[in-house]
């Protein structure tokens, strides 16, 4: 059974490169759709995010990438292409090429879809269409992260705060930092003064 719907949906998608729109009233007759992007729908009006594509995008084709199934369900990912040659969400033709990704679970039973949830990356169609704002995140410098956390945390344990601001100053100035343990420094040996005698011990004279 979860074969025979994984092949069902696959036929749904190719009806749709084909721009049979009556595979919807036959695959989908009374089907509740939902989307974040556009919200629940009933029945007939299922139509009408599929022949908005395709009259926004004439050339609109949809590619299954990867489906799993069980019980009842059938999880899809896929990938729809097309050109942008007619009106869209109030959006004038661009002609710019667009590329979306999304993933639809559909519920069928005895043969028909009765339920499909359906998610596409909207922000990424708004973007490549210019209806939202690029973003160019800022370049960010590894080892100036670790500093700024390692200043955050403190000193290792057995570390003093003289040989941790120490050992910061040394990791600016070279460029790197160690992460092993912390070798304090060894201290010269201090030899001791040599003691005067006392007067009141006697003293040695060969004269």
Same mark, same amino acid.
């Given at each position: $059974?979860?074969?025979?719907?994984? /092949?069902?949906?696959?036929? /749904?998608?190719?009806? $749709?490169?084909?721009?049979?729109?009556?595979?919807?009233?036959?695959?989908?007759?009374?089907?509740?759709?939902?989307?974040?992007?556009?919200?629940?729908?009933?029945?007939?009006?299922?139509?009408?995010?599929?022949?908005?594509?395709?009259?926004?995008?004439?050339?609109?084709?949809?590619?299954?990438?990867?489906?799993?199934?069980?019980?009842?369900?059938?999880?899809?990912?896929?990938?729809?292409?097309?050109?942008?040659?007619?009106?869209?969400?109030?959006?004038?033709?661009?002609?710019?090429?667009?590329?979306?990704?999304?993933?639809?679970?559909?519920?069928?039973?005895?043969?028909?879809?009765?339920?499909?949830?359906?998610?596409?990356?909207?922000?990424?169609?708004?973007?490549?269409?210019?209806?939202?704002?690029?973003?160019?995140?800022?370049?960010?410098?590894? $080892?100036?992260?670790?500093?700024?956390?390692?200043?955050?945390?403190?000193?290792?344990?057995?570390?003093?705060?003289?040989?941790? /601001?120490?050992?910061?100053?040394?990791?600016?100035?070279?460029?790197?930092?160690?992460?092993?343990?912390?070798?304090?420094?060894?201290?010269?040996?201090?030899?001791?003064?040599?003691?005067?005698?006392?007067?009141?011990?006697?003293?040695?004279?060969?004269?």
């Amino acid at each position: $059974m979860s074969e025979a719907n994984k /092949a069902l949906i696959r036929r /749904a998608f190719e009806h $749709m490169n084909e721009r049979d729109t009556s595979v919807i009233a036959e695959l989908c007759p009374d089907c509740v759709y939902y989307s974040p992007a556009i919200g629940e729908l009933r029945g007939e009006t299922h139509k009408k995010p599929f022949t908005s594509l395709l009259s926004a995008f004439p050339d609109a084709r949809w590619t299954v990438e990867d489906q799993l199934a069980e019980g009842d369900k059938v999880v899809t990912r896929y990938v729809m292409t097309g050109t942008h040659n007619g009106e869209f969400m109030g959006v004038a033709p661009t002609g710019r090429q667009i590329t979306i990704t999304g993933l639809c679970l559909d519920r069928i039973v005895e043969g028909k879809i009765v339920e499909e949830w359906d998610e596409w990356n909207a922000l990424s169609m708004m973007r490549e269409l210019g209806m939202a704002p690029t973003t160019n995140p800022k370049r960010i410098d590894p $080892m100036a992260t670790i500093r700024r956390l390692r200043t955050q945390v403190g000193p290792e344990p057995g570390q003093d705060m003289h040989q941790h /601001a120490h050992a910061e100053a040394n990791s600016s100035s070279h460029g790197s930092y160690s992460t092993g343990p912390h070798k304090p420094p060894v201290a010269a040996p201090v030899e001791e003064p040599k003691r005067a005698p006392r007067s009141d011990q006697p003293r040695d004279d060969p004269y």
